[in-house]
Every structure is written in C-alpha cells, then in structure tokens.
C-alpha cells in the first residue's frame, strides 16, 4: 500500500491526513502509530507530512505526494503552473521534508488533470520500482517527458519507462497503488 514510504534505512514518511484518519486509526495517536511501525517495519524515524492531494480517496496516501528515491532523499512535486490544485501542499511537504533534514529533489507536477471536470489526484510520484525498471504513469500533460527526465539519475541501470495511467486513476490510484513490492535479498 501507499500508506508509507521508507528510504530504507528505517525513515519513513506518511501524510497526516492518512494515517491520523480516524477512519482508519480512531483510537490511535502519532505516538502509538510510529511504535507499531517500529515493531513491525523497523521504523526508526518519522516524517510527518500534512495533507495528500486534492480529491486523493485514499485519504491521502504519501505515494501520490512522495517518494524516497535514495536515503536521504525525498521527491516532492512542485506546481509549474498557476492553476495546479496542488501547488500548496506540494510547498508544504518540502517545507516539513527540509525542517526534517532531508535533501528534498524537487520534481515535476502533472497540473490540473480533470475527469469529466473534476480534479483527478494524478501524480507521478506514484512510480513503481522494479528490478530493471521504473514504470511512470504519464497523463498526456506537459510534463510526461520532464519527469522522466527528472527520476532517471536517481536510477541509473533502470530504464524509466512511461506509461499511460488515465484509467488506472480513473478506478482510483495508479502502478505503485496496483502493486506489492517483494524486497530482493
């Protein structure tokens, strides 16, 4: 799931608004979620971040808002556009990230993307990491090719392939949603 993140060495990061959610954790505080994760993930650290995205019906999970992508290192959009519904949480949560004392890669946002005129949580964040390569939802917006660009020097011997994600996120989330990841040895 989407619920966390880790750079793998014990630092995570999730949203607020999901993990605090009492539809999800209703009897639970910040304090007793990250000793559950310690216990069963190894959680050693925590990066609170505030909301997900705009219309995000996974209350906000953090990998449509962002990603480790080496340890230490963080990838959070940033608006591109005057319209982009997202512009100030993508500011929020490199704010946060930097006061935490992560190198923040500042990457690309889709913008506005809309479904039958309502805003979509269209994110490339959402990316999945497989052993050879890392599939990027794409949405035919303006930036397809500069986040692809953006995400390849963080990993060099994977091909960083492009593919469409629009009725994925239709049905709610996109490849890294879809997916179990199986760490290798």
Same mark, same amino acid.
């Given at each position: 799931?989407?619920?966390?993140?880790?750079?793998?060495?014990?630092?995570?990061?999730?949203?607020?608004?999901?993990?605090?959610?009492?539809?999800?954790?209703?009897?639970?505080?910040?304090?007793?979620?990250?000793?559950?994760?310690?216990?069963?993930?190894?959680?050693?650290?925590?990066?609170?971040?505030?909301?997900?995205?705009?219309?995000?019906?996974?209350? /906000?999970?953090?990998?449509?808002?962002?990603?480790?992508?080496?340890? /230490?290192?963080?990838?959070?959009?940033?608006?591109?556009?005057?319209?982009?519904?997202?512009?100030?949480?993508?500011?929020?949560?490199?704010?946060?990230?930097?006061?935490?004392?992560?190198?923040?890669? %500042?990457?690309?946002? %889709?913008?506005?993307?809309?479904?039958?005129?309502?805003?979509?949580?269209?994110?490339? +964040?959402?990316?999945? =990491?497989?052993?050879?390569?890392?599939?990027?939802?794409?949405?035919?917006?303006?930036?397809?090719?500069? =986040?692809?660009?953006?995400?390849?020097?963080?990993?060099?011997?994977?091909?960083?392939?492009?593919? %469409?994600?629009?009725?994925?996120?239709?049905?709610? /989330?996109?490849?890294?949603?879809?997916?179990?990841? +199986?760490? /290798?040895?």
């Amino acid at each position: 799931g989407g619920a966390v993140d880790t750079d793998g060495t014990g630092l995570f990061v999730t949203t607020e608004q999901c993990l605090l959610n009492p539809n999800r954790n209703p009897t639970l505080g910040r304090e007793q979620i990250e000793t559950l994760l310690a216990g069963s993930l190894g959680l050693s650290d925590m990066l609170w971040l505030g909301d997900g995205l705009v219309n995000d019906h996974t209350d /906000g999970h953090v990998d449509n808002l962002a990603r480790f992508v080496a340890p /230490g290192v963080i990838a959070i959009p940033q608006a591109t556009t005057s319209d982009d519904p997202n512009a100030a949480i993508y500011a929020d949560a490199a704010s946060r990230a930097r006061a935490h004392g992560l190198t923040v890669a %500042p990457m690309p946002s %889709p913008g506005r993307v809309e479904v039958d005129g309502e805003v979509v949580p269209a994110s490339y +964040m959402n990316f999945l =990491i497989a052993n050879a390569a890392v599939i990027v939802p794409v949405y035919g917006a303006p930036n397809d090719r500069a =986040i692809l660009d953006a995400l390849a020097p963080f990993f060099p011997g994977r091909a960083i392939v492009p593919l %469409p994600s629009d009725a994925i996120l239709a049905g709610g /989330g996109s490849f890294h949603c879809s997916s179990q990841q +199986m760490p /290798g040895k």
